[in-house]
């Protein structure tokens, strides 16, 4: 987790450690930067190789090590105090690109292919239509993933979220409060497929105090489906302002939302295919709301819901014979 620049034009960089990009610098330089940090650092090479300082390193043609650490926490708290701004004056509502490591996402594409899933239809509660999707398990290497503190998903959240926002009760103890990943409401896999398949205008249900936040994270998208919403501009006027925003999801981006919040839908699906991942961060003091509990599952358990669809199947066909 670090830059090291060197001084040479040649592509023989074998005593550097896992290099993911190199770029060619004004000053004849290479810089090698570590993958996972390519979504966050915006500033040019020359300019990081101007204000560079030289360290005591085994290669005297290196840049100080430590000076590159230390930039870099700072970039991402710049980067991160940016995009906390983008959520609130919305808001609460924020679509970002590239969340995550090709690490992180080979482990989903990796579970999704070795699990043996069974898909069924959403709840008629849902305001889903002709969607199909699947509970994983709390134990897959998703789900850790997801739920992991030093992943990219928890860092980003906790990021963005204040720890204080909508609390009912002020009664606070402590430093920050973390948000972490729910064990109550379960991740989803959702497929969108099926012609026609989309949802309606809603707001999500609160199922948390404070209020949970919402991530929709795209795995595959080459559907005709569009994510819309209604945003809020708070950031200046005494009046908020809306405006009507929408996006076709990318593969590896998330859509983070505050429950109770935003207006959104996602329209009729024509061809293609969209699948996403839904989960949960809330709060680690968070206290689930009276009658949460019926928004908890979207997808029925397995032999529920396809004894459901059979029994659909023939009573159609009965209608059909009268």
């Known amino acids: 987790n670090f830059y090291r ?9 074998s005593s550097c450690y896992d290099i993911a990009s190199v770029q060619n610098t004004k000053q004849g330089k290479v810089a090698i930067v570590p993958g996972k940090y390519n979504t966050y650092l915006q500033q040019t090479e020359s300019n990081l190789l101007d204000t560079a300082t030289t360290g005591e390193n ?42 995550l490591t090709q690490d992180e996402l080979n482990i989903i594409k990796k579970d999704l292919l070795q699990s043996s899933i069974k898909f069924v239809d959403e709840t008629t509660s849902s305001v889903a239509i002709n969607r199909i999707g699947a509970q994983l398990s709390r134990d897959s290497d998703t789900v850790r993933m997801l739920g992991d503190e030093n992943g990219s998903i928890s860092r980003l959240i906790n990021s963005i979220v204040d720890d204080d926002d909508d609390v009912v009760d002020d009664d606070k103890e402590g430093g ?5 990943l729910s064990t109550d409401v379960p991740v989803e896999i959702r497929i969108y497929e099926k012609k026609g ?20 994270l795209t795995i595959e998208n080459t559907s005709d489906c569009q994510t819309m919403w209604e945003e809020t501009d708070i950031a200046a006027a005494s009046t908020s302002t809306k405006s009507f925003k929408q996006v076709e999801t990318k593969p590896n981006s998330a859509i983070m939302l505050k429950a109770g919040s935003v207006n959104h839908r996602v329209s009729s699906l024509k061809y293609g ?15 689930m709301v009276s009658g949460a509990q019926v928004h908890l599952k979207q997808f029925e358990k397995e032999g529920k819901n396809m004894k459901k669809v059979k029994n659909q199947k023939k009573n159609t066909s009965k209608r059909g014979k009268r």
């Not at 983008?86 to 590239?98: D, E, F, N, T, V």
């Not at 920050?176 to 972490?180: A, G, R, S, T």
Request: aromatic letters at 14%.
């Open 176 to 180: 920050k409060k973390q948000m972490i």
């Open 273 to 287: 295919k969209r699948t996403i991942l839904k989960f949960v961060f809330i709060r680690e003091d968070a206290n």
């Open 58 to 99: 085994t290669n005297d043609d290196c840049y100080n090590l430590d000076y590159y650490k230390e930039y870099n926490y700072q970039h991402q708290q710049k980067q991160f105090s940016s995009l906390k701004r983008k959520y609130h004056q919305a808001g609460g509502i924020l679509y970002r690109q590239s969340v």
């Open 5 to 13: 620049f060197i001084t040479t034009t040649t592509t023989s960089l």
């Open 197 to 216: 398949a989309g949802m309606e205008w809603h707001v999500d249900d609160v199922l948390y105090n404070p209020p949970q936040v919402e991530v929709v």
